[in-house]
């Protein structure tokens, strides 16, 4: 199975079904609910989606009202990768001893359950093998019950518990980096994606699907509120973060490290920190090391991403 | 060992050994556990069959206890027939899906291992983990011995699984005295435990033709009544039970009822337990009888849902009850069988003296003679009509 | 069971506990779409047929699939969900769609 497939050349190979249906009450413009229907216009065939607790969640699945058409469980905050587990290998064991139609099982959880309360959860089941498709759309803090930051807040960053304070001027401790973490267990396909780039997006979901084993994908997910930023900028925003290096579109397959989005003459950063309110503090001068950390913890990253690649380690 | 040639004949085995014999016997699909002493013997036995083809089943050693329940919820949501075991920390950590299992109408079954909680840390028997989970919806067997231990499993999973009940069920074995004792056993065969158990039929499940959504949110218009159908569904379990007893029954030739009685119809002094402090008490009862003694003993089989009506049949021609417990509500009016005895008695208008006996905390040995002497305790409560005490913590150095 | 079936008892309050699902589950999909998101918005998108390119880019990224691709690859307003985001006037190439008060 090549690397090079790609499933959907323009958006007129999307397929039309909507399996994430309207009348949710995710926010207007809320990246999640792009990411939420785009990943879902890549299923292949029978599909459950496993979801935490968390803003989709809560804005899908709140009694009487589903915007899932395909079979959807949530059970708690941080048990998404466990809970699925379950499901994965309950219909390998059934479809064995009583032909059960196999479902392909995806995690879509937010970063606030990935990161934090749920790594112990992803760990297990990474560790253990199974064949699922763990997708984390991240907003960069725990959205749904306010705003509060979480380990995929960035450096610098204004959340309702890392306010921009006198003294303490926003998140002072740098993001988690998921897709290492996930690799570090040695993985089959590990990729991040951005709704920015909706092809690059579906064509990643769709190969992951294909591949046999636990696969983790990290997605770019900005939030209309918490950012504070108007509703319609939401693409825009996922865009310029793409175009400055702060979020690398990359993939690790097999461990080898490959950039999908070769960012060659990177916009400054501050263009995409100007547009979102919560870095407002960062352009007022007591606050200039802040943004010198952010900016720096950026072009690390993304050197380090380059490094990895032109060595061809196997991570 | 060749389960199905052996039917019938008695073997020794060990409580954990037991449990897992019976796991295996009831065609399990997902085994999902973490170890915790004393419960290991029952993961490891399970893994064994299972690698060695035994066992048609997929075992998952989770990375926790929270996630292992966590597996057998989306395990069971997908159709398949679930087992987990835990004791003490690991059923504390579970905490969270525990109500999340029972609240979702998961069937499964959980052997616990009841051991005393941290702190301070003890590895031993008390009954102080599982009673946190009473609230749940669960419903909770007591095994008395190996062999209800072994017979329990099978009853829980046709109970859990029943139309008319869909709830997860816990079997309780006391840590060391039962999980590591070693006791006859006679199993049933493999033929007659797949006629009690064929496999799961799910009444819902995962399924991509009749999608459905599984754990939704609810707001205060409907909540209550969601947790309405879970109290009728904790009770109904209790209507159900003899019947799922009576089936069997007929195939082991041992019959289950909500609690385990001797000599208690005509007793003057009745003294209630949980677990296997009732066989110890048994021997005890039997001499006090026979020195002429009007004592009688009780063993609930069933604490959840509480056969509050087979209880007060019992119990109402007792001149007095000694509640033992091997758990206590720090803060409260005493043990938690105590209380609910209690509240028992009043709302059926007894008067019956009552006291709470606090015993074996932490694995602390309950020998004959301390039995002997809370049996006369209690005969000695029905012969004045009154104790001088509600609560006493059992030969504690205060 | 419909859609209907599920949510109208809820809006009434009308119901037992014996008539709601177990657990609650809902086991009919996509009831969402009984509620009309379309209520919440202050804008709404007007497109231009004439400029439109049919390069579906407004289908692909409304979080609410309140654009609807047709047979022939044209997009119409879903406006009984859309929220007036205004994402699509954003994506649309050719600025074929124009955000309008309410």
């Given at each position: 199975m090549s690397s090079q497939t790609i499933f959907y050349k323009t958006p007129k190979d999307l397929p039309r079904e909507e399996w994430f249906a309207s009348g949710h009450r995710l926010c207007a413009g809320c990246g999640a609910g792009i990411a939420a229907r785009l990943v879902f216009k890549a299923i292949r065939g029978p599909t459950v989606v496993v979801n935490p607790t968390g803003c989709v969640e809560v804005s899908t699945s709140c009694y009487p009202y589903t915007a899932w058409k395909i079979p959807y469980v949530h059970v708690a905050f941080e048990n998404a990768a466990a809970v699925a587990s379950g499901v994965v290998e309950a219909m390998k064991i059934l479809n064995k001893k009583r032909g059960k139609k196999i479902h392909d099982v995806i995690v879509f959880a937010g970063d606030g359950g990935t990161f934090d309360i749920g790594l112990q959860a992803l760990s297990g089941a990474l560790e253990r093998g199974h064949n699922l498709l763990y997708i984390c759309y991240d907003n960069e803090a725990y959205m749904?019950?306010?705003?509060?930051?979480?380990?995929?807040?960035?450096?610098?960053?204004?959340?309702?518990?890392?306010?921009?304070?006198?003294?303490?001027?926003?998140?002072?401790?740098?993001?988690?980096?998921?897709?290492?973490?996930?690799?570090?267990?040695?993985?089959?396909?590990?990729?991040?994606?951005?709704?920015?780039?909706?092809?690059?997006?579906?064509?990643?979901?769709?190969?992951?699907?294909?591949?046999e084993g636990p696969k983790v994908m990290h997605i770019f997910s900005p939030c209309v509120p918490g950012w504070r930023y108007p509703p319609s900028e939401t693409v825009r925003i996922a865009r310029l973060a793409v175009e400055t290096r702060y979020f690398p579109v990359y993939e690790v397959e097999y461990g080898k490290v490959k950039i999908n989005i070769r960012v060659k003459e990177p916009k400054p950063l501050e263009e995409f920190l100007k547009v979102q309110g919560r870095f407002s503090h960062l352009f007022r001068p007591e606050n200039a090391h802040v943004l010198e950390a952010l900016k720096k913890a950026v072009e690390e990253n993304w050197e380090r991403l380059v490094k990895l690649e032109e060595s061809g380690i196997t991570l | 060992m060749n389960m199905a040639r052996q039917a019938q004949e008695r073997i020794a085995i060990m409580g954990d050994e037991a449990v897992a014999l019976a796991v295996k016997q009831s065609n399990v699909d997902v085994i999902a556990a973490y170890p915790i002493t004393p419960q290991t013997i029952i993961v490891e036995r399970l893994s064994e069959y299972v690698a060695n083809g035994e066992l048609d089943a997929a075992f998952i050693q989770a990375e926790s206890e929270h996630s292992a329940l966590s597996i057998c919820v989306g395990a069971s949501l997908a159709g398949a027939r679930v087992f987990t075991s835990t004791a003490s920390q690991g059923l504390a950590l579970m905490h969270e899906i525990v109500y999340a299992a029972s609240s979702m109408r998961v069937p499964m079954v959980m052997a616990i291992a009841n051991r005393s909680l941290n702190a301070p840390l003890n590895i031993h028997c008390e009954h102080g983990d599982v009673m946190p989970e009473r609230d749940s919806g669960w419903v909770h067997l007591f095994a008395t011995n190996v062999q209800e231990a072994y017979d329990l499993t099978f009853i829980a999973f046709k109970l859990s699984e029943h139309p008319d009940v869909q709830l997860p069920v816990s079997v309780n074995l006391d840590a060391f005295i039962l999980t590591h004792s070693v006791e006859p056993l006679t199993p049933i065969s493999d033929e007659d435990a797949s006629k009690f158990l064929p496999p799961r039929q799910p009444l819902y499940s995962i399924d991509f033709d009749n999608p459905a959504t599984f754990g939704t949110m609810a707001l205060p218009d409907t909540y209550m009544e969601f947790k309405y159908q879970l109290k009728e569904a904790a009770e109904r379990a209790g209507q159900v039970y003899p019947e799922v007893a009576e089936e069997y029954a007929r195939i082991s030739g041992r019959r289950y009822w909500y609690f385990n009685s001797y000599m208690a119809d005509d007793a003057d002094a009745i003294v209630l337990v949980l677990g296997s402090t009732y066989g110890t008490l048994k021997t005890a009862a039997r001499r006090l009888r026979e020195s002429g003694l009007k004592v009688g003993i009780v063993g609930l089989t069933m604490f959840r849902p509480f056969p509050e009506k087979q209880l007060v049949e019992l119990l109402k021609n007792a001149k007095s009850l000694i509640v033992m417990d091997r758990a206590y509500s720090y803060g409260g009016l005493g043990g938690p069988l105590y209380m609910e005895i209690l509240a028992m008695l009043y709302r059926n208008g007894l008067r019956i003296p009552v006291m709470n006996v606090v015993y074996g905390l932490g694995g602390r040995d309950f020998r004959l003679d301390e039995a002997e002497a809370v049996l006369r305790m209690a005969f000695d409560g029905a012969r004045r009509g009154r104790f001088d005490e509600h609560v006493r913590w059992w030969e504690v150095r205060a | 069971m419909s859609a209907k079936r599920i949510v109208e008892p809820v809006i009434k309050g009308q119901f037992t506990y014996k008539d709601l699902p177990i657990a609650a589950m809902i086991p009919v999909p996509a009831t969402s779409l009984e509620y009309k998101t379309g209520v919440w918005r202050t804008r709404q998108p007007k497109i231009d047929h004439g400029k439109c390119i049919k390069c579906l880019l407004c289908w692909v990224f409304c979080p609410d699939a309140a654009i609807k691709r047709l047979e022939d690859d044209s997009v119409k307003v879903d406006y009984e969900y859309c929220k007036g985001c205004g994402v699509c006037e954003t994506v649309c190439p050719v600025k074929a769609i124009s955000m309008e008060e309410v």
């Open positions: 749904n019950t306010g705003i509060q930051r979480s380990g995929a807040t960035p450096i610098g960053a204004a959340t309702t518990t890392s306010p921009a304070g006198k003294v303490i001027p926003g998140k002072q401790e740098r993001k988690k980096d998921l897709i290492a973490i996930a690799v570090a267990h040695k993985i089959p396909y590990a990729a991040t994606a951005s709704i920015s780039h909706p092809l690059d997006l579906v064509n990643k979901v769709r190969k992951a699907l294909e591949i | - | -």
